[in-house]
């Protein structure tokens, strides 16, 4: 075989969701940047990509709702990274990202060049995360975004799946609500910390619902540990 006829590896599959014509110029630069890159207006259009950037829409509020379909699987793509756009530097804006399913959040001031490298960190967290987090009978699969206790699914929102995955990779250890502010929700500061203790509560209630009684401890002032009592595990491909 010559080298110029060695098979190139296909490019990422961006969609960028929202208005056409505010978003043409980002689909210009990551398409120079080596993306393949699609505009759509319509989230139906969406389908299977591998990451979809929810920019500038004509209504505020279209964007979220969208984000909601698509992780309850109404849409085509449910399976690929988000990232969000937010038009606002407040963490409420943010918050509501993740809630309906951002992976990331970028907010206002957009500087292409911090947007570029979180869509390349999205793109490689699919290549570098484990597909299954066992820890006893706890298993996660990362791929499929659920979760099962001894062969029963465990029923969690899409950040309480995210705290549980964060939690079961370092199962045994104390994780600080700086922390997990920082690699689950992307908060920057340690403010809203209440967020933590709420979706710890769920995550736990619904551990035990399935049978996992007592997971997800508490050291009060510092933060949260998935196990109960040292047990073993590991993460597997």
């Known amino acids: 075989m ?3 006829d060695t098979p190139r590896a296909a490019p990422p599959v961006v969609a960028i969701y929202g208005k056409e014509s505010d978003n043409q110029v980002l689909a210009d630069e990551l398409a120079l940047d080596g993306f ?16 979809i950037v929810f920019a ?22 449910s399976g690929a990274r988000v990232l969000w756009m937010s038009r606002a530097d407040n963490a409420r804006d943010t918050l509501r990202a993740f809630e309906a ?66 939690l079961a990779r370092d199962p045994n250890r104390i994780h600080t609500k700086a922390e997990l502010l920082r690699d689950v929700w992307g908060y920057r500061s340690e403010g809203m910390t209440r967020t933590v203790d709420t979706h710890a509560c769920r995550v736990r209630r619904a551990l035990a619902r399935a049978g996992a009684d007592g997971w997800v401890r508490v050291t009060w002032g510092v933060g949260y540990c998935l196990a109960p009592q040292p047990m073993t595990g590991g993460i597997h491909e």
């Open 2 to 4: 010559q080298p110029e």
């Open 36 to 51: 393949d890159v699609r505009l759509v207006s319509d989230p139906a259009m969406l389908g299977e990509v591998d990451l």
């Open 56 to 77: 500038h829409t004509s209504e505020r509020g279209a964007g979220l709702g969208a984000l909601r379909a698509l992780r309850q699987g109404e849409l085509a793509g």
């Open 101 to 166: 399913g951002a992976d990331d959040v970028i907010r206002a001031p957009i500087v292409y060049a911090e947007l570029l490298a979180r869509a390349r960190a999205l793109l490689r967290r699919d290549r570098l995360t484990p597909a299954l987090i066992r820890h006893g009978e706890l298993e996660i699969n990362t791929a499929k975004y659920t979760a099962t206790y001894d062969g029963r699914p465990v029923g969690l929102r899409r950040l309480e799946y995210m705290l549980l995955a964060h």
